[in-house]
């Protein structure tokens, strides 16, 4: 991979256009038309300034999204009374979590090798703050296109975590109601969710408690999880 690419920006009669990943698309599907790039960059003005936005705000993402997971397995732990009940880790919030590492760690270790300066700390504040340092030298960079179709792509699973956290369902026992076949099943949904976390039945609706009177029920005889859009 080339070490600079400043050589010729700009064609005699032609306008360089943006190479960032998605400029200018058809909401309509139509062909897309990428604007015209800055002076000296492959990016235009829009793009460059959207990968300055999204480098700056993914820390914060990540931090939110370790917050949620962390505040999901609580919830989990108070509904079940403490045991341990096999439910899995919301495996888009892992992967999400992965993706932005890896990405901001391969990018990192590129401007190392190629500009010859000090790595920063394996954190993803470090690596982010990182990449925004070097931006001028990333959006001249032949490769950065892949740059932003990553950043992009990473950036938007964090965001959608935000708004699309999953609905928890854990079968934890049999109604206690008399004579009810059903079974009772935890719900347990976000904090700002218009419906709150309850544990209702199965067969019966109006069998229903909030998860603090889990303790008051009668004990779980087995338990199991999943996970719902």
């Known amino acids: 991979m ?31 038309q990428p604007r015209p790039a800055d002076a000296g960059t492959l990016l235009c003005r829009p793009c460059r300034n959207r990968v ?53 760690a391969a990018w990192s270790q590129l401007i190392v090798d190629e500009r010859e300066v000090s790595a920063p700390a394996r954190t993803v504040p470090a690596m982010a703050e990182f990449l925004l340092r070097h931006q001028n030298w990333i959006d001249r960079h032949e490769a950065v296109g892949e740059f932003t179709a990553e950043l992009f792509r990473a950036f938007a699973r964090l965001q959608r975590l935000e708004t699309a956290v999953p609905t928890r369902r854990i079968t934890v026992s049999r109604c206690p109601e008399d004579g009810c076949p059903g079974e009772l099943e935890a719900v347990l949904r976000p904090q700002d969710s218009r419906t709150g976390s309850q544990i209702r039945c199965t067969h019966t609706k109006e ?23």
């Open 2 to 32: 080339r070490t600079d690419t400043r050589d010729e920006l700009t064609t005699a009669g032609t306008i360089r256009r943006c190479v960032a990943a998605g400029c200018g698309r058809d909401p309509e599907g139509g062909e897309p």
């Open 52 to 104: 300055h936005h999204q480098l700056g705000r993914l820390p914060r993402l990540y931090r939110e999204s370790d917050r949620l997971l962390n505040a999901q397995a609580k919830q989990v732990e108070r509904v079940s009374g403490g045991r341990n009940i096999g439910i899995p880790l919301n495996g888009a919030a892992v992967d999400a979590r992965a993706d932005v590492r890896g990405f901001l």
């Open 207 to 229: 069998h229903t408690w909030a998860t603090e009177q889990w303790s008051s029920l009668r004990r779980p005889r087995r338990a199991s999880a999943s996970v719902t859009s």
